[in-house]
């Protein structure tokens, strides 16, 4: 009997975990991109994300700007740079006057930054662009500047 009442336990956990994992993405979607009903005219489009204020720390202020090109009503490729609010492009030398751990987190998301851009074009829409650790405010400026870029794709 203790071992059926374990085997159930065990089987209701699997399904709690399960549905917990399908519950993280299945919420909403990044994007008007996923939307399979979308046409979008072929060409090369640019998008930019809003500015993103400092945390506490004084990390992350910037936005994030993207060049795509369409062909087919697919991406076909995708650029994705970052800038600090006064237009400066954060690239290798990117955080190099704070401490090493901030220099570290900010030279994360330059890097992140490419990687978000491989992955639009490799799985065809934002919703196969996952958040890399360290780098959430990329994401969500290179969610926001796709976006943008998109919007002015629509036909």
């Known amino acids: 009997m203790k071992h ?12 709690v975990f399960a549905m917990s994992l399908a519950a ?20 090369t489009y640019e998008g930019r994300s809003s500015d993103h204020e400092a945390d506490e720390d004084g990390n992350g202020s910037g936005y994030g700007e993207v ?28 955080g190099a006057d704070l401490s090493k751990e901030n220099r570290l987190k900010a030279q994360k998301a330059v890097q992140a930054a490419e990687k978000y851009a491989s992955m639009l074009v490799e799985g065809g829409s934002l919703d196969s662009v ?4 360290g780098a959430t405010i990329s994401y969500s400026e290179f969610i926001e500047a796709v976006n943008d870029a998109l919007s002015k794709a629509v036909e």
């Open 24 to 43: 993280c993405n299945g919420g909403s979607s990044n994007s008007s991109a996923s939307n399979a009903n979308a046409s979008y005219a072929d060409g």
């Open 130 to 133: 996952d958040t890399i650790s």
């Open 4 to 15: 059926i009442i374990s085997k159930i336990a065990a089987l209701i956990m699997v399904l």
């Open 67 to 94: 060049t795509i090109e369409i062909k087919d009503n697919k991406v076909t490729s995708c650029t994705f740079a970052l800038y600090e609010l006064d237009g400066k492009v954060k690239d290798e030398t990117y």
